[in-house]
């Protein structure tokens, strides 16, 4: 079976600070990889998705940038964080072997920018 | 654009059913998704739709109407466990890479 994890689960950081948020998929290749932020009391937000290794989309001009080293990881990175960087951060993946139609999500990070 | 509407909270009680409404306009369809999401946990996936009528998967089922961008969910039996917001999502695209759009969510509370 599937399973996607994510880390860390929780994550304070001051403003002007890196980030690096990691995603990995096990069980399937070639999925599709999708990062997500879920603000406080707000609905999710695509911030990326990747249907392949090296190959990135952005839904939103921002401070934050997304790779996809290996098939199965996905990366989100900014060199310097915003206030506004604070939220729940989700991976999801759909797709692979088994062409999964619906998206499956990792438990996520909550980020907390002080 | 796309656009997706769901009521924002609702209260139901215990053993009742609750019926979840969602409309849609979006430039194209493939796909409609329910998810369930628990305060403080990532949303976990109830049930697709990409044809008119009724899915059901024991206490939920899901409606879909294509010619009037709607769907609603359909929660029975309710269990306090029930308790959580209800995401309603589309797939606008032909293709199954494209991600999906999402509403903001109904915050559904089950009293005694």
């Known amino acids: 079976s599937q399973t996607i994890h994510q880390w860390p689960a929780t994550l304070v950081q001051p403003v002007g600070s890196p980030l690096s948020l990691e995603c990995t998929v096990e069980g399937t290749s070639n999925p599709n990889l999708y990062w997500y932020r879920q603000a406080a009391g707000r609905g999710l937000q695509l911030l990326f998705y990747?249907?392949?290794?090296?190959?990135i989309s952005s839904e939103v001009p921002q401070n934050l940038s997304a790779s996809r080293p290996q098939d199965r990881q996905f990366i989100l990175s900014s060199k310097k964080l915003l206030l506004s960087d604070s939220g729940f951060y989700l991976c999801a993946w759909s797709g692979g072997q088994g062409l999964t139609y619906e998206q499956y999500f990792g438990p996520g990070t909550r980020l907390t920018v002080t | 654009g796309q656009n997706i509407d769901q009521p924002t909270e609702m209260t139901a009680t215990e053993g009742a059913i609750v019926q979840i409404n969602c409309t849609y306009q979006t430039s194209g369809f493939n796909g409609l998704f329910w998810y369930q999401q628990h305060a403080g946990e990532a949303p976990t996936f109830l049930s697709y739709n990409v044809l008119d009528g009724l899915e059901e998967k024991g206490r939920f089922s899901s409606f879909l109407s294509r010619s009037k961008g709607y769907s609603y969910l359909l929660l029975k039996e309710l269990q306090m466990k029930d308790s959580a917001s209800y995401l309603c999502?589309?797939?606008?695209?032909?293709?199954?890479?494209?991600?999906?759009?999402f509403g903001k969510g109904t915050r559904l509370s089950v009293i005694a």
């Open positions: 990747s249907v392949g290794i090296g190959q």
């Open positions: 999502a589309v797939r606008d695209q032909g293709s199954g890479n494209t991600p999906l759009v």
